[in-house]
């Protein structure tokens, strides 16, 4: 069934295998009547790894991503993108790409068995040593998630001394440990 892929230059994919965690951590996808297509950034970001001198395929080595891209977009989300053909790939670690521009183009390189291309979404995935992945499934037509931290700036008021001076998120103390909070304020 064709599903609306952004990843995809034609826009219009077909999953040809599912997320499945600690066995398949990402999805296979082929351009809308199984076909190939180039692949495109998911979102803006940064390259950081690049492969793209493999002219082999490994299908039972599941150690080799084949040619392949990935890209930090920043709040602790990447995206990697795996099996493309032997010398397509058209950036290189430390360019700045835009969403939708070109990466590279479907291929067979590495642990794959036919053509496509095999998408996955890391979180955090330079901090843990275990790379948390997500099904990347919903990001086919999503954003990714956007972390930005929103400092809260509150004041509580006691029974005893009524309103307290403001505090910024949990870095100051609010309360004074005697006397119950009784109200909060937010701004």
């Excluded at 990843?7 to 199984?34: F, M």
């Excluded at 995935?125 to 499934?137: A, C, F, S, Y």
């Amino acid at each position: 069934m064709s599903t609306k892929a952004r990843i995809l230059k034609s826009g219009k994919g077909e999953i040809t295998q599912a997320y499945k965690a600690n066995v398949h951590n990402g999805i296979d996808i082929v351009r809308e009547g199984y076909k190939l297509d180039y692949i495109v950034a998911h979102s803006a970001g940064t390259v950081v790894q690049v492969i793209n001198n493999s002219n082999i395929n490994t299908p039972n080595d599941t150690t080799n991503p084949g040619n392949m891209v990935r890209i930090d977009h920043g709040n602790g989300y990447q995206t990697r993108y795996l099996h493309l053909e032997y010398g397509s790939v058209t950036v290189k670690v430390g360019d700045k790409v835009n969403k939708g521009q070109t990466l590279g183009y479907m291929g067979n390189t590495g642990n794959s068995f036919g053509s496509h291309l095999h998408f996955e979404v890391i979180y955090n995935g330079e901090v843990l040593k275990n790379n948390e992945k997500i099904n990347p499934t919903i990001y086919l037509e999503q954003d990714l998630p956007n972390n930005t931290i929103v400092n809260v700036y509150y004041r509580v008021k006691t029974q005893k001394h009524g309103w307290l001076p403001e505090v910024k998120n949990l870095e100051d103390y609010a309360g004074d440990g005697k006397n119950p909070i009784k109200a909060i304020a937010t701004a």
